[in-house]
């Protein structure tokens, strides 16, 4: 199954620097931006503090493309 993540945009939108927010959910720089980058998709603890932090919903940040 294919995900886009969107993290590049919404964090770029909340003005909210990588390392500051990598630092808050826990998660590595190197990881961080992983995700940002399509590289790969984040366990699912992750993607809940992600989801949490950014107070949307985990369908908001990683969507599935229309086949």
Known sequence: MNFKCKLKVILAEKEIKHGDFAKV????PAGLSALVN?????????????????????KEIWIRPKE
């Open 25 to 28: 959910v826990g998660v590595s």
């Open 38 to 58: 399509n590289k790969s998709l984040p366990s699912f603890e992750s993607a809940y503090r992600i989801s949490e932090a950014l107070e949307m919903d985990i």
